[in-house]
């Protein structure tokens, strides 16, 4: 299991989940703006994603 990205933490509304191809080694956090994985700078450093990003298709982080 991977560790709990800050935008669960924060209740970002765009927040999907984990996804994984089959195990374990694969899983990654994914969201509306980055449907196929969250840049970690986000997912886990310290950018709140309150500005366009480069890829976020238009989506920044909004409380649910």
Known sequence: MIAQPNCSKRSCIHFIGAKNDGDELTERVCCG?????????????????LKPFPGDNGIQYKKA
């Open 33 to 49: 703006a980055f449907p196929d994985r969250i840049p970690d700078e986000i997912a886990y450093g310290g950018n709140l994603h």
